[in-house]
């Protein structure tokens, strides 16, 4: 029995093995860029006669792939057009800070520091009730514990989308739950101290408004209560649907409630329809928070996206 051996003869001539088409378009730009470094690197013009041969070998090559290429049907790059063109680079822009976050709260997955008032019951997050919190806070160098700051979110988020359910739970009516919409920790402490600079939305369910509050850091009275409106809060324990997009660079962020469009904050000069603040901080973390004592808010279905 005679040994089978591949043919490399066709009827006209030496048959050449074609490349797929993804390594033929890398082999041509390969080439490509081969030539242009060693044009580079044999002084152009006034390379020696066995260079110069070289290149011109090669140019020959790079012919006859670029002619197999166009009968292929395959679309070359830039790079790969004319010999001794650099290859394309791309400038990837810069990831955006944060981590994206979903957590339903079935379990402890580490979004958020579970404590004594912070507890995951149910299927949902409760924060509250608190014996003492910011507004009960008559020195200002102790800090006050009633803030939860989403831990796997990042600290200095500039755009994002943010997404939860929200209702009152239990306690005082008249106090507020809500959500920290900018947190600049100066301390990482995690806690509001002085020199923090803190914005929030918070819900008052007895008058089923929401109210925009911020602390200015280093001020004998720091607290500012920026806007308030009716807020459609639904039943007590009834999930509400609260969004918040911040984009601008972090200088607007804009807020609904089950759809409807609660308020539009701006660092700059407001157009219609928008609430201007004036002390404002571009990047910081973002949570839950309670502005009063002894009440209690439930959290679910939350989720976070950092922006471009």
Known sequence: MSESTPKNEGPLGPRHQHLPVPLLALAIIALSTTMCSRSST????????DVAATLA??????????????AAGISLPPAATAA???L?????????PGQSVEDRFDSDIGTFALGENVQIQNGALLMGPFQQCAEDVASFDAPVNCIAVCQTCGTDLVNYHMELDISFADGLSDKGFGVLLRFDDQNGDQMLDREDYYLDLAFNAFENEWSIFVHIPDEVNPWFRVKSGPAGLRARNAPNKLEVTASNSGRIIDIFLNDSRLAKLTADAPQPGETLIEEWADSGAVGFTATGRRVQGRYDNFSFEPLP
């Open 84 to 86: 001794g063109q650099a």
């Open 57 to 70: 070998a090669m140019q020959v090559e790079l012919d006859n792939a670029k002619a197999t290429a166009a």
């Open 88 to 96: 394309p680079t791309e400038q990837a822009g810069a990831p955006a």
């Open 42 to 49: 044999s002084g152009g013009s006034e390379a020696g006669p």
